[in-house]
């Protein structure tokens, strides 16, 4: 069935290096995905909402020069954290689907950066 | 004021009781809300999706809009261990690309 797969589950980077996250539907094509960030004890907060082939559109606030997203498939979006900070450490995770009632979510990502 | 609200707990039940989760909220104009599962480091599971107010069951999980007061509700039958998890209400006006979450419940279901 449908899911949607995000690798990696964890990763720890060092500060100054650029970390990527991919998210993947599994039979399915998603035009559109999204990615959100979720510190301890918060609610998902939605950054960047992402289209194939054309450029994602950032939440208030949220950085796109830092945060680069590229849609380049029907079944690939990516979220690369560059010059990441310890203060960018945070449950990343990524959904995908055409309705709210079929948005599917991966299964996160942990970034720590020391 | 948070556009969502909805206590942290942590809640413990026992095994076999009825859990009753809810989430206020400030923006009249919501129309859809979901209630999701979150296991620890884990993605969101949709549980349960509403239209409007009104009630929806599924199995032992029942979801109540109640528009008026601007509170939903998300009720567990006979809970079972394997549902101790995190559930997060979410809702919006229109559109996945604009939910917005409360902060999620932790619940611990004690054999």
């Known amino acids: 069935g449908a899911v949607v797969s995000q690798h990696p589950s964890r990763v720890i980077c060092k500060s100054g290096t650029s970390v990527k996250i991919e998210c993947r539907s599994l039979d399915f094509q998603a035009t559109t995905m999204f990615w959100y960030r979720q510190f301890p004890k918060q609610s998902l907060m939605l950054m960047a909402t992402s289209n194939e082939g054309s450029k994602a559109t950032y939440e208030q606030g949220v950085e796109k020069d830092k945060f680069l997203i590229n849609h380049a498939s029907l079944t690939l979006s990516t979220l690369t954290v560059t010059s990441a900070h310890p203060e960018d450490s945070s449950f990343y995770i990524c959904?995908?689907?055409?309705?709210?009632?079929?948005?599917?979510f991966g299964s996160g990502t942990q970034l720590s950066v020391l | 004021q948070k556009e969502v609200e909805q206590d942290p707990g942590p809640l413990s039940v026992p095994e076999g009781a009825i859990v009753s989760l809810n989430c206020t909220y400030s923006?009249?104009?919501?129309?859809?809300f979901m209630w999701y599962r979150q296991y620890s480091r884990k993605g969101p599971e949709l549980l349960m999706y509403?239209?409007?107010?009104g009630n929806k069951e599924d199995g032992r999980f029942t979801a109540q809009v109640d528009k008026s007061s601007k509170y939903i509700s998300l009720f567990i039958r006979d809970s079972q261990p394997s549902d101790s998890a995190t559930y997060l209400c979410?809702?919006?006006?229109?559109?996945?690309?604009?939910?917005?979450f409360g902060t999620g419940t932790r619940l611990t279901v004690i054999p």
């Open positions: 959904s995908a689907g055409q309705a709210h009632e079929k948005l599917l």
């Open positions: 979410a809702m919006s006006v229109g559109g996945a690309n604009n939910l917005f």
């Open positions: 509403t239209y409007s107010s």
């Open positions: 923006n009249s104009a919501f129309q859809y």
